[in-house]
């Protein structure tokens, strides 16, 4: 384990250490959907476009179930290892690994049984439902190697192995991009050979990380005779992964419901909506990425009773992402018409795009308080403050913004839904940070007082 990057590393290198590789990771991850809308926009057709868009929920709903097991376990791995206790964090890389993959399963059968009502509740048009149905389907397919993909990197995050994530996902976002030009536009599949190619692109990654758990440089496993179902371990996992998924269910559910209102303006809004929450979507990862390198950081030296250490690398995240915040929003506020011209060449979409992408990317400055907090909360073990964040960010106010702005607002008022929700949970989140940081202060001191 890399134990040198958690107590001895200087912070700014112990962070970047971790983070780096892991935003790296995150921005592969982009690249996926920001690779399939560039390609998908080159046939110049605005219904499919907008189909990718109105499937993008689904994506949500396969890292919900990813997310049970690898933020869960994940985050419950980082805290054995910070207690020495590594025979018990291989055992739970074993549970995690195999038990999701018989959810992913069932998620398929799911998914594929029910493709007509959920592609409906998607807010799919005439124009757009034969598009939507065949990008569906295909990721229907390959949802195991999509979940898997996703569990598989928070789990090897957790021990530190950030760079051999990035090399995963990189090698999946290569063969993404080698594939999409040619089975869009070449074989002039369409939407459907995007599909092909995202799939594809996650099996690599699942298989470089299989390997790379088989060759046992690292200190988790994927040995079946480790398999156990122990009562605490589940409990772990779930009060954690449960309330990490919800957030990432509610996302699903909340861009469901924007889709559909943004459909009621026609299909070229869900094309501009969808444009703008992708280019957007890269600097929020960025910001997401550096509060997930961070995580494994403070669970770690959490377990440790390092509380200054924690704080300060803490602290020198927040800088850095709300620095890094500014200058994206400065950017996209000045090259809104260029950035959406690159997916889209279609004036009138081009202006709404630009106008949705300066209000997406308003709250980009101070969003990496919400992320520090969120994964901070989760790497203590606190599932009731993770169970909230996860409830308040796109349940009480994302959704309900959508709906209450759409009626004051209209058009406009669905974009700025999100930034308000932002804002809203941001305040939240820091209020929530020193009520449970003093609460922190105060354990420690008993149990050192009860030591000497």
């Not at 207690?83 to 594929?112: E, G, P, R």
């Not at 090399?167 to 002039?188: F, T």
């Not at 046992?216 to 122990?230: A, E, M, P, Q």
């Not at 090259?335 to 709250?363: H, P, T």
Request: net charge positive; aromatic share 14%; with cysteine.
């Amino acid at each position: 384990m890399r134990k040198k990057i958690f107590e001895d590393y200087p912070i700014p290198k112990a962070i970047l250490t971790l983070a780096i590789p892991t935003i790296l990771g995150m921005l592969i991850t982009v690249v996926y959907n920001l690779v399939d809308a560039f390609f998908i926009g080159q046939t110049g057709d605005t219904f499919q476009v907008a189909a990718v868009s109105l499937v993008m929920p689904f994506f949500y709903t396969m890292m919900a179930v990813g997310g049970i097991f690898g933020i869960g376990g994940g985050t419950y791995i980082s805290r054995l290892l910070g207690k020495k206790q590594v025979d018990q964090a291989k055992n739970v890389s074993v549970f995690c690994f195999y038990t999701c993959i018989l959810f992913s399963i069932i998620l398929t059968m799911i998914l594929f049984g029910f493709r007509e009502p959920i592609l409906k509740l998607l807010g799919t048009s005439l124009d757009t439902h034969g598009f939507a149905r065949e990008y569906y389907l295909v990721l229907v397919y390959g949802a195991v190697s999509i979940v898997m993909q996703y569990c598989l990197g928070h789990i090897l995050r957790a021990e530190g192995a950030t760079a051999n994530v990035m090399i995963g996902l990189l090698i999946g976002a290569v063969v993404n991009i080698i594939l999409d030009p040619i089975l869009i536009l070449n074989l002039s599949l369409g939407i459907k050979g995007a599909a092909i190619a995202t799939v594809i692109g996650n099996l690599c990654s699942v298989i470089y990380f299989i390997i790379y758990l088989l060759k046992g440089k690292t200190v988790l496993s994927i040995d079946l005779k480790r398999f156990f179902i122990k009562k605490d371990t589940v409990l772990s996992i779930i009060k954690i992964g449960i309330p990490a998924s919800l957030n990432t269910l509610l996302l699903s559910i909340a861009f469901i419901v924007l889709n559909n209102h943004a459909a009621i303006y026609g299909d070229e809004v869900v094309s501009a909506v969808g444009i703008a929450h992708r280019i957007v979507h890269f600097p929020v990862l960025v910001i997401i990425g550096l509060a997930q390198g961070l995580q494994p950081f403070v669970g770690y030296n959490y377990s440790n009773r390092n509380f200054d250490r924690m704080i300060k690398g803490s602290f020198f995240t927040l800088i850095l992402g709300m620095i890094f915040g500014f200058l994206v929003f400065v950017i996209y506020f000045l090259f809104s018409d260029e950035l959406i011209k690159i997916f889209l060449n279609q004036q009138n979409v081009i202006f709404l795009g630009a106008k949705f992408l300066r209000i997406y990317a308003s709250s980009l400055p101070v969003l990496i308080v919400l992320f520090v907090a969120m994964f901070s909360f989760q790497a203590f073990g606190r599932s009731i403050p993770a169970a909230i964040f996860s409830i308040s960010r796109q349940g009480i106010a994302f959704i309900p913004s959508i709906f209450i702005f759409n009626d004051l607002f209209g058009m406009h008022g669905i974009v700025w839904a999100q930034p308000f929700s932002d804002f809203f949970t941001i305040v939240l989140a820091f209020i929530m940070y020193l009520i449970i940081y003093k609460k922190i202060k105060v354990e420690n001191s008993t149990i050192l007082c009860l030591n000497n």
